[in-house]
């Protein structure tokens, strides 16, 4: 195996399949990538038909700003901003 095959096994292993998703985000979203890594984490999914979308998280206790976030991105209307699909409370 060579160095970037290495390099992606450990990355997939030690990042992606760390991350558990919501019973009911598991079964339609895969994750691909990490985004961000922090006390605020970002990822990148994909669903069953091949579309991206982003999930973030945010340790417990400090959900205020992503939900302020959430909330913001709702309000806004324009072809560049992505709209927000959902906001779920879990600790998983």
Not at 40 to 46: A, G, S
Not at 71 to 86: A, G, M, S, V
Request: charged residues 30%; aromatic residues 8%; proline residues 5%.
């Amino acid at each position: 195996m060579g160095e970037r095959e290495q390099f992606l096994k450990e990355y997939q292993e030690q990042v992606l399949d760390t991350l558990t998703l919501p019973p009911e985000w598991s079964v339609r979203y895969t994750v691909q990538s990490c985004l961000k890594d922090g006390e605020r984490q970002v990822y990148l999914l994909r669903d069953q038909a091949g579309r991206q979308a982003v999930l973030k998280t945010q340790p417990a206790g400090r959900e205020d700003t992503l939900r302020q976030e959430y909330d913001l991105l709702r309000e806004l209307h324009h072809r560049q901003i992505p709209r927000p699909l959902d906001y779920l409370g879990w600790e998983g």
